[in-house]
């Protein structure tokens, strides 16, 4: 070393440096490239992509051959920066020197390019990549031996070091990564992306349409009843039944009935022997499911049934997918829908009957959803009795008033979010 000049040994300290950058930031590079993102553009044939791949399948190799890389360039620049501290300050010099490197290490070769690397994985790992597989091959034997050193160690310790884990995503983490997508994603194409992750949550009893407001028609009725109802229901797939929903017969589409007009058979018998078998789905199944079912069976209705086979309600395929894309209709009316009533002074008035699924959907509102399933339901469960007219009480934070009782069920209610939002907003100002 004596005859390397001191300039030509801090050419090479400076070069060893630059190389300890190197390699500490292709680790941090290769470590915190997304490895989703990664096989998505193997699957495009990025050939960058498939080289940082093929590295990443064995990852003990891939960080004992960075730390051999690393180490070695470390080492050798502490010996040249020792000979160069001798050289300027005699012995004193291998106290600055240690001083003095760590320093430089610390900022040039480990955080600085560590943190380039954490922000910019891709951009430090791809070119990264092209030093790495060749050297990998060169200083395989050693790389090799220090892998059988340290997985041999691992097995004493208890540690599978053969052992893969498989990178999976949980619905809850494949939300919350959907959710954290704000500007990458349309808002409409993210609310139907965890829409469809929440239908394994849901199941076809929080959505149906309830026994008592099915429509359906009764077969025993005289013919002229039968034709009259006939013309005025507004739904395509009728549901037929004997004296009750429960002696269902089946369904009768609208198209077959525009068919037995046209070849003037429009009569009872005719109209029995067009029906179409009944679709029966457990009160229980997930919406997830169900749509599978739904499309395996080639079916659109089905009547939800409970444990003992009675009719409980019924849902359709059009019903799923609005809660996956929401309402296929809107109205230009103050009337939200059929079930909630705007009134002038800011309230909604709101059938007891209605689905609370659906009315926080609609109304952006947030009554509880994993009790009862409807609005009686839910005020039925809260008074333990059936409450009378008149009754105001506050609910999940709303305010709201009992309208109407008939038939031992709440009929309509009466809802004042203005008063939830105002005191929503006092209280945030509150806390603040």
């Not at 790992?125 to 691992?154: C, D, Q």
């Not at 709101?350 to 609370?356: A, D, F, L």
Request: glycine share 6%; with cysteine.
């Amino acid at each position: 070393m004596d005859s390397i000049s001191t300039p030509t040994l801090f050419g090479i300290l400076f070069g060893l440096v630059f190389l300890s950058a190197y390699f500490s930031s292709s680790e941090t590079g290769m470590m915190s490239i997304n490895r989703y993102r990664l096989r998505h553009q193997v699957k495009n044939k990025n050939k960058a992509a498939k080289r940082v791949d093929k590295l990443l399948q064995r990852p003990d190799r891939l960080i004992g051959l960075i730390l051999i890389g690393n180490n070695l360039v470390n080492i050798a620049a502490s010996a040249i920066a020792t000979i160069i501290g001798i050289r300027l300050y005699g012995d004193a010099g291998i106290a600055v020197a240690t001083f003095a490197l760590t320093l430089i290490v610390l900022i040039f070769a480990e955080v600085t390019p560590k943190t380039v690397a954490a922000l910019h994985p891709e951009r430090v790992a791809f070119p990264s990549s092209l030093i790495l597989s060749p050297l990998l091959k060169i200083l395989y034997p050693f790389v090799w031996m220090v892998n059988m050193i340290t997985n041999g160690m691992l097995r004493l310790l208890g540690v599978n070091p053969d052992e893969k884990t498989v990178d999976q995503l949980s619905s809850d983490e494949l939300r919350s990564i959907v959710s954290e997508t704000t500007g990458m994603i349309p808002q409409k194409h993210q609310d139907m992306l965890t829409s469809i992750l929440d239908l394994e949550k849901v199941t076809v009893e929080d959505i149906m349409v309830q026994r008592s407001e099915i429509a359906g028609i009764d077969i025993n009725d005289d013919w002229k009843s039968i034709q009259k109802q006939l013309r005025h229901i507004q739904h395509t797939r009728i549901l037929l039944f004997r004296d009750k929903i429960d002696d269902a017969v089946g369904f009768i589409h609208a198209r077959d009935l525009m068919h037995l007009q046209s070849k003037d058979q429009f009569d009872k018998s005719n109209l029995i022997r067009s029906v179409r078998e009944l679709y029966f789905i457990p009160e229980a199944t997930s919406l997830n499911v169900q749509l599978l079912k739904f499309q395996e069976n080639k079916e659109r209705i089905g009547l939800v049934v409970d444990e003992y086979g009675d009719i409980q309600g019924l849902v359709t395929l059009e019903d799923i997918l609005e809660e996956i894309v929401g309402d296929f209709t809107t109205n230009v009316t103050p009337t939200v829908s059929d079930e909630i009533q705007l009134q002038e002074d800011g309230s909604y008035i709101v059938e007891g009957s209605m689905n609370i699924r659906e009315m926080n959907r609609e109304m952006n509102w947030h009554f509880p959803i994993d009790g009862p399933k409807t609005v009686n339901g839910l005020l039925l469960e809260h008074f333990q009795d059936i409450p009378e007219p008149g009754i105001s009480i506050r609910l999940a934070g709303y305010p709201l008033e009992v309208i109407g009782v008939d038939n031992n069920k709440v009929q309509s209610i009466r809802i004042i979010p203005a008063f939830y939002q105002a005191e929503k907003c006092e209280d945030e100002e509150d806390e603040e």
